[in-house]
């Protein structure tokens, strides 16, 4: 409120302010549509034929909001802009049985087909299918590999970064794989990975994080590396033929982070790593110290139940452990004039 008040004074200073508001809405609108999913299909009676204006209602089992659609007058039905998650297909239609999928998972930039078979009977009667068309994609040529949440959550890395896992993606190969010193993995000790993706270099991938641009503008690498324990799953896509991707000849990493659902849910975590098991450095007369803390939580849930719902997370950071450098200096017989040794 205070910052509108100051602007009030002055005309061109508030529609500059507004205006970069409005710019930076849509930008996130822009870039939303790559961190969502889409489902279609064609709905069809047993004898092949299509069932045009049947209802097909979309599900999210965490949060329970209902999406509906109407199939046209090919049988086809789509929903787009779909958050990756859980959820549930219903096709109803007069003169039919309605027809439920099975619950299925959508992972972020997906674009997943089930053709649904109606059999005739009343509305009343019910038949469940199974969710076979999760795995099908025939409306894109996108190839990519998803990681999800238990795989984030329980494979160990090494300083908590998740780009170590971009490694496990089919055309992924290591660039450069160092210890990082408070440098890209933003911990002074651990292990990062920024991989060359189908032999392109490791500088040409993008990074989304929901969506938007995370890109580093000089080490085209992420600019800032998303918690953890907050990644709902992340995406590496090795090739799309999709025009929002249109400038990027490596590969994308598309990370999604959790939101609300209408169950309070939430965690609390310490990863501690200190010097009592280091060994000395050979070239060293002391062991170097060492005493690194990962602290934060999580927490999400329903503000309305299906309908509004939140989400935070925080991480902290500690460190003590100095850097230890070898360096040669001149021994005596060097300052006399041997360099012998």
Not at 164 to 181: E, K
Not at 197 to 224: C, E, H, K, P, W
Not at 244 to 251: A, D, I
Request: hydrophobic share 40%; aromatic share 8%; glycine share 10%.
């Amino acid at each position: 409120m205070s910052i509108v008040h100051k602007l009030r004074g002055s005309r061109a200073i508030r529609t500059a302010f507004l205006l970069a508001c409005a710019l930076t809405v849509f930008a996130g609108l822009a870039f939303g549509q790559a961190s969502s999913s889409a489902v279609n299909g064609t709905i069809t009676d047993q004898q092949g034929a299509v069932v045009p204006g049947t209802e097909v209602t979309l599900t999210s089992i965490e949060t329970g909001i209902e999406r509906r659609a109407e199939a046209n007058a090919v049988g086809r039905y789509g929903f787009v802009s779909v958050l990756p998650g859980y959820y549930t297909i219903e096709a109803t239609a007069e003169g039919f049985r309605t027809s439920a999928v099975e619950p299925f998972s959508l992972v972020v930039n997906q674009t997943a087909t089930f053709d649904v078979v109606l059999e005739v009977g009343a509305v009343t009667e019910s038949v469940t299918v199974e969710a076979i068309g999760a795995q099908v994609q025939a409306s894109s040529s996108e190839l990519g590999t998803a990681m999800t949440e238990q795989q984030v959550v329980d494979l160990p890395l090494n300083g908590r970064n998740f780009t170590q896992l971009l490694m496990l993606t089919p055309g992924a190969s290591p660039v450069n794989v160092a210890q990082s010193r408070g440098g890209f993995g933003s911990t002074s000790v651990g292990t990062f990975s920024f991989p060359s993706i189908n032999g392109q270099n490791n500088r040409s991938n993008l990074f989304l994080t929901d969506g938007v641009n995370n890109q580093g503008t000089m080490t085209g690498t992420y600019a800032v590396p998303p918690i953890l324990d907050a990644i709902q799953e992340f995406k590496v896509q090795s090739h799309n033929d999709l025009a929002e991707f249109g400038g990027v000849t490596g590969g994308v990493v598309n990370v999604v982070t959790k939101s609300g659902s209408n169950e309070v849910h939430g965690s609390l975590w310490e990863f501690m790593r200190n010097d009592n098991l280091d060994a000395r450095n050979t070239f060293l007369e002391n062991k170097a110290a060492l005493a690194q803390n990962m602290f934060g939580a999580t927490v999400g849930g329903p503000i309305v139940r299906n309908k509004t719902f939140f989400y935070g997370a925080f991480q902290g950071f500690t460190n003590r452990g100095p850097a230890n450098r070898n360096y040669r200096v001149p021994t005596a017989a060097n300052k006399a004039g041997d360099p012998s040794a």
